[in-house]
């Protein structure tokens, strides 16, 4: 046999779930601090864009969503110490703890710390305080070292749920999903997110991810889930019939190794405030690791604006989709596919670029990849309208100012919403809101995609290139030498698009398209002429109060003065000089 023939039985085909496996790093699951929230996130955005979903069905008979967020500490693993090295393990799980240290194995239960035990004639006692623990082995201490963390991640909602015959399928198999082909606004798009935080926990703990869901009238169905990586199909562990808390809805437990920050930047409380101001229709509760409850209520009943389903728009068509899309239509004919199947090509539009690029008006499918490629460059040549912008659904500048003011506690607050332009074909939107003074401390930036905050790479993407490229000064705003504000300052910026083109599968950041990166400082500038107006006045108060000061301070003298000529009190002097100065400087003065 030769060597090729050798090399080629090593070759095998590997799933999408195995590459991922491998791979969790490119869907936001590099790190424990990072994963733990990655999983908060696509179970929080799965249960908006399905509330939402559920209204617009509804037609406005749904409730608004009530989703609640918990996070619970299960189990704790500490490094046996000694001589810097590690030379036993400890496991806490709840009240139960297991210990390995010098071939001793022992599980034993305690609801209290420093309890003693015996095991195989060794004395042990184990004391905790926090985060830290100490082991007593034969009434010798040794020191730990806290290893690694284990966290369950609860999200349920309101929603309409799902059918029994469709959980194992939504949430244990990857590229499963409705959102992937359809032209539309929602925060999913790629059929990846949640069931790549199913993977995750099922990596980190072995344990499987349990879904709970009802529909409305319905029986409500307890699933347990894992990911046959081999094959990227569901393993159903289990599937039995219970009771519900909500008339209908679904519930996600993932228990997945983790590491949890109660607060900054990338905390999973900050994700869910930074939520909670762009879903100004939504109620979030959240309860902490520490049992601390925290409730967003929503600030509005209205609903954001349906967005619609849209067809794919000439200039934003690539060669291989238009092959694929002309291989499996159903038309019978090229000219009947172009004006059915894609937007802004009429019927006579159609004709023409058939006719420019010389092709017969035959079944799409017979269609060669030359002539696809030639009645693409005759319908990218072509002068088309825009595609449709009705397949957006913006926050709206009004409720937008409402939420960031409640959240930000600030003096002044501007917000706009930009009108819909094009990047490659695909719609998009921009609104941004600036927050100045009050409660603010410091300068903030709160990018968003799609209603999702972008937590991390914070300092690349267009929404970053764009603030920086401003020009704060011109403003009365301090600036840093990389042009970002230096003021007690919050920037939000929202892109809205039926495909944001993030910079990788971990949705961290949005590409640096030029388009993009204009629309973003354009609206930006509009509102810092807003905040340079409010700025501009709030300076002439000030110069007037300290003008009429100097004025009061001066006509004591004169009041003085004028009392030895006239003889008139010369309290009712300086009643008078304070009277004429009120009047000309519109300022009450003391």
């Known amino acids: 046999m030769s060597t090729v ?18 791979n969790r790093h490119l869907l936001g699951f590099d790190s424990r601090i990072k994963a733990l929230l990655t999983t908060v996130k696509e179970a929080v955005d799965n249960a908006l864009d399905a509330c939402e979903e559920y209204y617009y069905i509804s037609k406005g008979k749904a ?20 001589n810097n090295i590690a ?30 035990f015996e095991v195989d004639g060794h004395k042990i006692k184990i004391v905790t305080n926090n985060e830290r623990m100490s082991v007593y082995v034969d009434n010798k201490i040794y ?27 939504i949430f244990g198999k990857l590229l499963y999903g409705s959102k992937f082909h359809r032209l539309k606004q929602s925060r999913g798009q790629q059929g990846i ?65 983790g590491i949890y920050l109660s607060k900054g930047e990338k905390s999973v409380y900050e994700y869910i405030r930074r939520t909670a101001i762009v879903n100004p229709h939504a109620t979030i509760t959240f309860i902490d690791p520490s049992s601390n409850k925290f409730v967003f209520k929503r600030t509005t ?27 499996y239509t159903k038309r019978r004919s090229v000219q009947e596919f172009l004006s059915k199947e894609l937007s802004r090509v009429s019927e006579a539009v159609a004709k023409r670029v058939l006719e420019k690029a010389g092709i017969d008006n035959k079944r799409p499918s017979d269609i060669t990849r030359d002539e696809a490629e030639r009645i693409l460059k005759a319908l990218q040549r072509e002068k088309l309208l825009k595609p449709p912008t009705n397949c957006l659904s913006p926050i709206g500048a009004e409720l937008l100012e409402k939420s960031l003011r ?29 927050a100045y003074g009050g409660e603010i401390k410091q300068f903030q930036l709160l990018r968003y995609a799609n209603k999702i905050p972008l937590q991390y790479d914070q300092s690349s993407g267009a929404i970053v290139k764009a603030v920086n490229q401003v020009g704060w000064k011109r403003y009365n705003i301090q600036e840093s030498q990389s042009g970002l504000p230096q003021a007690p300052l919050v920037v939000l910026v929202h892109l809205a698009s039926v495909w944001v083109p993030y910079t990788s599968e971990g949705k961290s950041a949005i590409a640096n398209y030029p388009v993009i990166i204009k629309e973003i400082k354009l609206a930006l500038q509009d509102a810092a002429r807003g905040l340079k107006r409010y700025l501009s ?11 009429a000061a100097r004025f009061v301070a001066y006509g004591e003298e004169v009041a003085y003065a004028l009392s030895n000529l006239t003889g008139v009190p010369q309290e009712k002097i300086i009643k008078a000089i304070k009277k004429l100065i009120e009047s000309k400087y519109k300022a009450k003065v003391e």
């Open 143 to 169: 020191d730990t070292k806290l290893n690694s963390s284990k966290y369950r991640v609860t999200v349920r909602d309101n929603g309409p749920g799902i059918s029994k015959e469709n959980i194992p399928n």
């Open 406 to 434: 409640k959240d930000t506690g600030a003096e002044f607050a501007i917000t706009l919403t930009r009108p819909p332009t094009v990047y490659r074909g695909i719609p998009f939107q921009v609104e941004v809101g600036l």
């Open 301 to 327: 009943d209205v609903f954001p604006k349906e967005p619609m389903e849209i067809k794919p728009h000439p200039y934003g068509l690539e060669l291989g989709m238009l092959i694929k899309m002309l291989k």
């Open 193 to 257: 997110g949640i069931t790549a935080a199913v993977l995750y926990g099922q990596i980190t703990t072995g344990r499987p991810a349990v879904i709970t869901s009802k529909i409305k009238g319905k029986k409500a169905y307890r699933v347990e889930v894992m990911i046959d990586t081999s094959k990227n199909k569901p393993e159903i562990i289990s599937t039995k019939e219970v009771e519900f808390s909500n008339e209908h809805g679904t519930q996600i437990e993932i228990e997945l190794e």
């Open 537 to 547: 006045g709030k300076h002439r108060e000030i110069m007037k109060k300290e003008r």
């Open 63 to 82: 409730p608004t969503p009530d989703i609640l967020v918990k996070v619970e500490k299960t189990e704790d693993v500490y490094h046996i110490i000694k």
């Open 87 to 116: 030379v036993g393990e400890v496991v806490k799980r709840g009240d139960n703890y297991s210990i390995i240290f010098e071939g001793m194995r022992a599980s034993f239960r305690s609801k209290y710390a420093g309890h003693n």
């Open 5 to 22: 023939d050798d090399l080629a039985k090593n070759l095998r085909e590997i799933s999408i779930s195995e590459f991922f496996e491998k």
